[in-house]
């Protein structure tokens, strides 16, 4: 069990893996259970072997993010007064980033591994992967282990944050440069830091870079996982009434990450609300924004699924084309049986199962004709769209009144 929760270091070699051991893998596949965060979040008995324990972790890493920024704040005299024109308590992009935003990262762990550690169990139960590729599949799913439980990759996330995120992103895009705020004061020489606001660019804002970055990570070991599975020769029914080949299963892998977007349009209403009430912006200027991010964000959640693509096209072609000689070889029988007079003396037409079978057939071939091409539905798409804006909703109320809001809302709905 150490293996799959990262907790002890990898065989150099081992043999070849029982039917066992491939289904014990299986069984236990997580993108999120494992790695070094996640030992030191055990040995602080903040979590355990099933993720569980989330308010936990939620108070105390949301606490250690914000609650310093508060104290340090109020020592300044900056929590809320003339003094600077972005007082802490004011400050809505702090307060929804460490207090919706982050605990939302930390919520959507155990969703995710809730939701997708069934998957590569069902590519074995439902016996896509053939037989002579079991191992191959194995491989990609102690592979994922491996990565998931790299203390190299973490470190260099680390190192990204503090390199790039707070050097480099942080000081030069994303803190206000011409305004007095809580944490900061603009100079010559660039920003001027409070108290407050060493602990918020050097614990709080890197506490919170690293586990987006990190979330980004996963989905890279997520995309990964699917690209090697997908250059395994699978076991696809073109018939199957998925309309996906029997991957249908894949589709709602996608909800898993719903946690996760709803934080990431947390993120951009905090971005949002900061420069409205405090830069005098109109929540229309940030459309390109919005549809950027919501388009970035689709891919990210979407892309991983189109690996299968390849297979499933020529899982439909050579469909269409056994399917459609069967198609073919059936009709003229039936043709020559009814209409050419080659029915047996005496067999009625009606009760015969002849033409039920033809309905079948042609049921079967429409299923081929109309499969996609990827496990992505229309309304996976609306809904995973719609969770990015949910949060941006409230910022209307900027622009018209609550009534008015609710008026057109419901107008959309119905």
Known sequence: MSHY????PEKAARTVPSAEDILQDAQNFSLVLGGPLFQLLRRAHMADDALELVRLRVLVISLVAWLPLLVLA???????????????LLDLEVHIRFLVAVPLLIIAELVVHRRLRPI?????????????????????VRSAFRLRNSVAAELLLIALVYGVGILVVWRQYSA??????WYAAPA?????????GFWYAYVSVPLFQFLLIRWYFRLFIWTRFLWQVSHIELSLVAAHPDRVGGLGFLANTVYAFTTLLVAHG?????????????????LTEFKAETGA???????????PLLVFAPQLAQAKRTGLSEYGALAQRYVREFDAKWLRDGAPAGEALVGSGDIQSLADLANSFDVVRTMRIAPVTKDAVVRLAAAVLVPIVP?????????????RLFGLVF
């Open 293 to 303: 991010m919501v388009l970035f964000l689709l891919c990210l959640i979407f892309g």
């Open 266 to 282: 947390a993120m951009l209403a905090a971005q949002f609300a900061n420069r409205i009430f405090f830069a005098g912006a109109a």
């Open 74 to 88: 109020a020592l300044d005299g900056h929590l809320l007064g003339n003094r600077v024109a972005v007082p802490f």
């Open 395 to 407: 910022l209307a109320l900027t622009m018209m009144s609550l009534e008015d809001l609710l008026k």
């Open 188 to 196: 010559p020489g660039g920003l001027t830091l409070t108290l407050a």
């Open 5 to 8: 929760l990262g907790l002890g």
């Open 120 to 140: 590569a169990r069902a590519f074995l139960d439902r016996k896509i992967i053939p037989e002579a590729c079991v191992t191959r599949f194995d491989e990609a």
């Open 176 to 181: 206000l440069q011409t305004t007095a705020t």
